[in-house]
T-cell receptor
Framework: DGGITQSPKYLFRKEGQNVTLSCEQN?????MYWYRQDPGQGLRLIYY???????QKGDIAEGYSVSREKKESFPLTVTSAQKNPTAFYLC????????????FGPGTRLLVL | GENVEQHPSTLSVQEGDSAVIKCTYS??????FPWYKQELGKRPQLIID?????GEKKDQRIAVTLNKTAKHFSLHITETQPEDSAVYFC??????????????FGKGTKLSVIP
């Protein structure tokens, strides 16, 4: 898990603003994931990507967008359409195509001003 | 899609006692079941996992059992220590199509070990 980094640690969003969360990994993993965690809830999948230039919606994709231009990077944009963005966002990676362990980054806590 | 139920939501045990957390899942095609431990404000970390061709797996004080017929799996922690205090999540992974797997998580169990 030390091979996945997320930035920033804390992020503040103003109403109507889009913000982008960074996720980078040096584990040479093909698959990357974004999860949202709310208090008392489990992790819910936002988007995932199995390969560069391809990604799929998870269970709660509305109000979010992603890109996968490089194998190492999978940034998440929280758009103004996401009306309740306050949460802890976790990025993860794993070897694609197999049921291997997902390794998590340290997370970004997003707060609304 | 997959649905994972986890119980209890909170669990308090005396140091040295055992703790058991149970999960059920709905998709009979799921065949990989990891358990994660998350300390406050930190990232989830894998503590043990089990695959559908195995009924039980142990790693020191931690064990996981799987009953595929009943679609439930459990985490057992023996000789609990204060540093075991954390939130524990179970998850189930099933094939979602085109060779991709998704993990569906339970809502977590907050374990408190009282010294």
């Amino acid at each position: 898990d030390g091979g996945i980094t997320q930035s920033p640690k804390y992020l503040f969003r103003k109403e109507g603003q889009n913000v982008t969360l960074s996720c980078e990994q040096n584990l040479n993993h093909d698959a990357m994931y974004w999860y949202r965690q709310d208090p008392g809830q489990g992790l819910r999948l936002i988007y995932y990507s199995q390969i560069v230039n391809d990604f799929q919606k998870g269970d709660i994709a509305e109000g979010y967008s992603v890109s996968r231009e490089k194998k190492e990077s999978f940034p998440l944009t929280v758009t103004s359409a996401q009306k309740n963005p306050t949460a802890f966002y976790l990025c993860a990676s794993s070897i694609a195509g197999t049921q291997e362990t997902q390794y998590f980054g340290p997370g970004t806590r997003l707060l609304v001003l | 899609g997959e649905n994972v139920e986890q119980h209890p939501s909170t669990l308090s045990v005396q140091e040295g006692d055992s703790a058991v957390i149970k999960c059920t899942y709905s998709d009979s095609a799921s065949n990989y079941f990891p358990w994660y431990k998350q300390e406050l404000g930190k990232r989830p970390q894998l503590i043990i996992d089990i695959r559908s061709n195995v009924g039980e797996k142990k790693d020191q004080r931690i064990a996981v059992t799987l009953n595929k017929t009943a679609k439930h799996f459990s985490l057992h922690i023996t000789e609990t220590q204060p540093e075991d205090s954390a939130v524990y999540f179970c998850a189930a992974s099933g094939l979602k199509g085109a060779g991709s797997y998704q993990l569906t998580f339970g809502k977590g169990t907050k374990l408190s070990v009282i010294p």
